[in-house]
């Protein structure tokens, strides 16, 4: 296959360094469509290695990032008419934060990588630019002592770089903090949503195999009144978790993601929800739309950018009792619903 | 920043000021401005915004940061408690890990 992404080489001192375009292609544009919705999430990758930009010289900038094709389109789309050299590390495709975390964007993979490409071969200085979320998984002063280069933190955001290397290296403190902007939780909404899909379908069969028992017996119609409906209030409950949620977190009442999940759970369930003018079918709904909410919403607390291994296992070790319960209690009243 | 406020009182974060040589490090790398530089030597401003990511005690040079680190995820904490593992990542869901 040939990667239209490369548009030729730069001779250096080592080897000849394949030349990367700052243009996003339509497939690259797909691509990165795909991927929002958990298409070909897992292996969005690319070749891991030493790429140019632009026409760099020895005395460039490298910039250092991840294997993930979606943050390698960013960086090289973000340094448009820029000469710099861009080092890949090999992170499986995942992208700088999560791989820091995990360790694959790390002290060892980046100094290995220098190694492997010849880095102090083709450029004169010894500096390369790390990405700050990199810092979880990279040991500055260890790359120095076992690499001799030296790392600078560059800024968190791609989009900061121009004006980083505009500035002679200078991070402002606004370049250095994490944001979770509405713009950057709305990303992230698809893929969960994608994921949570499954979930939702099993829950669907249940609940029209239920509507087939009632207190008059067995009747197939009851799919298309009761069944219907309370797949439409599964939906409200799931679409409060993974849409509403996300998009509405910073107002949601409470500070625990758990708590932010009930609360657009019941905003939901006052805005959309069927029942079938039963009080207990109506308390069972009740119940059961914000326990579903409330769990999924929690979830999100692994997309945030803000919330603690700490913070996240006191929220689950109260919340997860409440929704299993909440979520029994409610199913419960609803099949009780149908019966009296 | 108010719209990112957590639960408070929870961080494992810890600083040896004794150790601290006053590199400005943990300040650099932090992401949600938890240190502060005052008279040449780190101090924790705000550690209700600690998220435990350890970017700042793996780059401290001394070893004067602890922070119990994982990841604030709960998929990942489930499947870690399911599997009887340590949180990790690997959970194959959520918008973290890719």
Avoid at chain 1, 32 to 59: C, H, M, Q
Avoid at chain 1, 100 to 129: C, D, M, P, Q, Y
Avoid at chain 1, 168 to 176: C, F, G, P
Wanted: glycine share 10%.
């Amino acid at each position: 296959m040939t990667l239209k992404y490369i548009i030729g080489q730069v001779q250096t001192k080592a080897e000849p360094i394949p030349k990367v375009s700052s243009d996003l292609r339509f497939e690259d544009k797909l691509g990165s469509f795909k991927v929002r919705w958990g298409i070909n999430r897992d292996s969005y990758a690319v070749e891991p290695g030493l790429y140019a930009l632009g026409s760099p010289t020895p005395d460039s900038h490298v910039l250092v990032t991840a294997n993930y094709k979606l943050t390698f389109d960013i960086i090289r789309n973000s340094l448009k008419g820029r000469d710099v050299w861009i080092l890949v590390l090999d992170t499986k495709g995942v992208n700088v934060w999560c791989a820091a975390g995990k360790g694959t964007f790390g002290t060892e993979e980046l100094v290995n990588r220098i190694a492997i490409t010849k880095l102090s071969e083709i450029v004169n200085h010894r500096k390369v630019i790390v990405p700050q979320l990199g810092a979880t998984g990279i040991a500055a002063h260890e790359v120095l002592k076992r690499s001799g280069f030296s790392v600078v933190y560059g800024p968190v955001r791609a989009e900061d770089l121009i004006a980083f290397l505009g500035s002679n290296l200078k991070v402002t403190q606004e370049m250095r903090k994490v944001t979770f902007s509405l713009r950057e939780r709305i990303v992230l909404i698809p893929v969960d949503f994608v994921q949570s899909m499954r979930y939702f379908f099993l829950l669907s069969v249940v609940f029209l195999l239920f509507s087939m028992f009632s207190r008059v017996g067995f009747s197939l119609s009851g799919i298309l009144s009761v069944g219907l409906l309370s797949v439409l209030n599964l939906f409200s409950a799931f679409f409060a978790g993974i849409v509403f949620g996300p998009i509405l977190l910073p107002i949601l009442p409470g500070k625990s993601f758990a708590m932010k999940g009930l609360w657009s759970g019941l905003l939901m369930l006052s805005l959309f929800s069927y029942s079938d003018y039963n009080l207990i079918n109506m308390i069972g709904w009740m119940i059961l739309i914000p326990s579903i909410s409330s769990y999924l919403l929690m979830n999100f607390t692994g997309a945030s950018t803000y919330t603690s291994m700490s913070g996240v296992k006191k929220e689950m070790r109260i919340a997860i009792p409440l929704q299993l319960v909440g979520a029994v209690i409610g199913m419960v009243l609803l099949l009780i619903s149908r019966f009296i | 920043m108010a719209d990112q406020e957590y639960l408070k009182n929870v961080a494992t974060l810890e600083l040896d000021t004794e150790k601290c040589i006053g590199c400005g490090m943990c300040e650099t790398v932090c992401p949600h401005s938890v240190f502060k530089m005052e008279e040449n030597k780190a101090v924790i401003a705000n550690k209700d915004a600690c998220m435990e990511c350890g970017a700042c005690s793996k780059n401290c040079p001394v070893e004067a940061i602890t922070v119990k680190t994982g990841v604030g995820c709960a998929a990942g904490i489930i499947s870690g408690f399911i599997k009887g593992k340590e949180a990790s990542c690997d959970c194959g869901g959520g918008g973290c890990c890719g």
